[in-house]
């Protein structure tokens, strides 16, 4: 599929039926759905993170990002990421 | 309602590029809780796995003892827990059970026959925080699902089904298949479409429980098998991106024997109804099990240190063919409580497997299934449906 399901003006939103939240167990955030769990490494959890928390674009998202990470260049590694994660039914895009 | 195995075929595990999956520790945390909150069900499905003497089985975990049971398991990792039974509608404290849950952290599936639900309470079982629930249908046509549910219930369900999906859950629906249902995939399928929903699970019977002693009416053919994998591949195509099914090959018609709970005392953890801890839900019927329960040792001491947890952990009490197999890290050598109950001994392969010298025992199943399904309606064994009257005949009470 080279089909791209974001833009800079798409919102990624859970998809229906996942969960978000940290896990001390794991030491890790992880994403919860029925009948399984994804962990999540660090790049990947700050993200749905922010996702999970709150409706915005992914230019917000990644303005956040920036602030957060001392205005490191990772747009294309959100995108890429919201790209793999939308491909495994994590999130959807409204 | 019990889970009919298809929990096996969907452990926690990787996806993607996103997962980091910590494997080569000796013992893992349990990350799945089955809480089987009762035997209680108004349903008398003949493919239950609850075991055949629950009539025997009298005092249930309170509120108190169960959240008990939610609080160690959640302290040791686990993250997803299954509310089942019989019907985990049944208990009154079922809303109270679902809210503790959720409050500790799990995401809380509740898998029921539907009886028992309303609108109103999907919605407050919402409001608690529970994260997913899943209704099992016998079949879509309405006389067979009575008559394999021994009731009334198929319109509730699908009313329920319904409720269900207002809520503002995903619709999960399961088909536990069978000779006697599995020709009616596509309508089976056509319901699902015309309830809009968003997972369709076709479980296959497992052969435990009430399942085992009805297996030569319930065992398909195998070109049953193929019409019905052909029909399961050509909807999986038309509603990509809409509804998501997931089919599955019987056991006993594969060559290999399923990676049963994903490795014995690896990830589930299943409590019963009166505290007993077992590392699959069918594992009471083993012999030699000490049983431990909840009201007696914490869920550490059983996870980690009960004879029960430990004894078909790894790969040491393998035998051949299994021990020296290049694929037991894949399988690990299949279902104990299969192996058992077709060869007597607990510690050999799956007898599902091609390797093992006793696949001919599968085989002969399935050619018994086929005899059954040849007679005439007159010669043919009833079929025996779960009830407290059949299990105590069986167990002698
Ligand atoms: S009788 Fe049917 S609904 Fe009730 S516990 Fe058994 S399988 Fe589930
Ligand atoms: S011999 Fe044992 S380990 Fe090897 S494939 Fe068969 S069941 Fe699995």
């Known amino acids: 599929m080279t089909d791209k399901t974001f833009n800079a003006d798409s919102v990624p939103v859970l998809a229906l039926g996942y969960r978000f939240q940290w896990e001390p167990a794991q030491d890790c955030y992880v994403l919860l759905y029925p009948e399984g769990m994804v962990k999540l490494n660090p790049a990947a959890g700050e993200i749905l993170k922010r996702v999970s928390e709150k409706k915005q674009t992914v230019d917000e998202l990644i303005a956040d990002l920036k602030a957060a990470f001392n205005g490191a260049d990772l747009d294309d590694d959100v995108y890429q990421f919201l790209e793999e994660a939308h491909d495994n039914d994590w999130i959807r895009a409204e | ?397």
């Open chain 2, 1 to 397: 309602m019990t889970t009919t195995g298809s929990e096996q075929n969907k452990a926690p595990g990787s996806t993607g590029g996103a997962v980091g999956v910590n494997a080569n520790e000796s013992i893992r945390q349990p990350l799945w809780l089955l809480a089987e909150l009762t035997y209680a069900c108004p349903l008398q499905c003949p493919y239950c796995s609850n075991p055949m003497d629950y009539a025997k089985i009298k005092s249930e975990l309170s509120t108190e003892e169960w959240i008990d049971v939610f609080k160690q398991a959640r302290a040791m990792g686990a993250t997803q827990l299954g509310l089942s039974g019989g019907e985990p509608l049944t208990r009154p404290d079922i809303l109270e059970l679902i809210q503790e849950a959720r409050n500790l952290g799990f995401y809380t599936n509740l898998i029921t026959s539907g009886i028992g639900l309303d609108a109103s309470k999907a919605q407050a079982f919402k409001d608690a925080g529970l994260d997913h629930i899943q209704v099992s249908f016998q079949a879509s046509s309405a006389d067979l699902n009575n008559l394999i549910a021994g009731t009334d219930a198929f319109q509730h369900k699908i009313d329920m089904a319904r409720a269900v999906k207002a809520a503002g859950y995903p619709m999960v629906l399961c088909f536990v298949t069978h000779r006697q249902n599995i020709d009616q995939l596509d309508e089976i399928l056509d319901l699902a479409i015309n309830l809009d929903a968003d997972y369709v699970e076709l479980a296959t019977t497992q052969y435990y429980g009430w399942a085992m002693h009805n297996q030569d009416q319930l065992m398909p053919l195998k070109e049953q098998l193929e019409r019905a994998e052909a029909t399961a591949h050509r909807y999986q195509e038309e509603q990509k991106g809409n509804m998501k099914i997931y089919y599955v090959v019987p056991d006993y018609f594969e060559e290999r024997p399923k990676a049963c709970m994903n490795g014995w005392g690896n990830v589930f953890l299943t409590v019963t109804p009166d505290g007993t801890a077992l590392p699959c839900h069918a594992a009471r019927e083993l012999p030699g099990m000490e049983l431990p329960n909840v009201r007696d040792m914490s869920i550490r001491e059983i996870w980690e240190g009960s004879n029960d947890f430990n004894r078909f952990r790894g790969f040491d009490w393998m035998k051949e063919p299994c021990r020296s197999c290049d694929e037991k890290e894949k399988d690990f050598g299949g279902c104990r409580c299969q192996a058992y109950m077709l060869t007597g001994d607990p510690a050999m392969a799956d007898p599902v497997c091609t390797k093992s010298p006793d696949r001919h025992l599968v085989d002969e199943a399935i050619q018994r299934g086929r005899d059954e399904a040849n007679k005439t309606a007159q010669e043919a064994k009833p079929l025996v449906f779960r009830n407290p009257k059949n299990s105590k005949e069986i167990s002698g009470l």
